[in-house]
Nanobody, 126 residues
Framework: QVQLRESGGGLVMAGDSLRLSCAAS????????MAWFRQTPRKEREFVAA????????FYGRSVKGRFSVSRDNPKNTGYLQMNNLKPEDTAVYYC???????????????????WGQGTQVTVSS
């Protein structure tokens, strides 16, 4: 099975940009659809973005569409979440997640993903 590890979180100011990485090990990332979720202590885990195993399809949560961009580099076994124009409400722990590739659908629900990283904290100060 695949192991996932996020990196790139930190403390930034509103309007700044940040890029998160998700490094896969154990199995090739190309076997998996990948998604990003975020969670704060007061909210349920929220869908942020998803990308199909080959990068051909992407989908974004309403609150981040137009500001965030998901991508992947399968030869490097790494996925990315580029976050631009960050807002204080983007403050959360960000998780990457993987699911065995599905050529017919791209999941947006947390229960559709089997493998999770440990999370990386993103804090946006106003």
């Amino acid at each position: 099975q695949v192991q996932l590890r996020e990196s790139g979180g930190g403390l930034v100011m509103a309007g700044d940009s940040l890029r998160l990485s998700c490094a896969a090990s154990g199995r090739a990332l190309s076997n998996y659809d990948m998604a990003w979720f975020r969670q704060t202590p007061r909210k349920e885990r929220e869908f942020v973005a998803a990308i199909s195993w080959n990068g051909a399809s992407t989908f974004y949560g309403r609150s981040v569409k137009g500001r965030f961009s998901v991508s992947r580099d399968n030869p490097k076994n790494t996925g990315y979440l580029q976050m631009n124009n960050l807002k204080p409400e983007d403050t959360a722990v960000y998780y990457c997640a993987g699911a065995p590739l599905d050529p017919d659908a791209l999941g947006v629900g947390a229960t559709e993903y089997d493998y999770w990283g440990q999370g990386t904290q993103v804090t946006v100060s106003s």
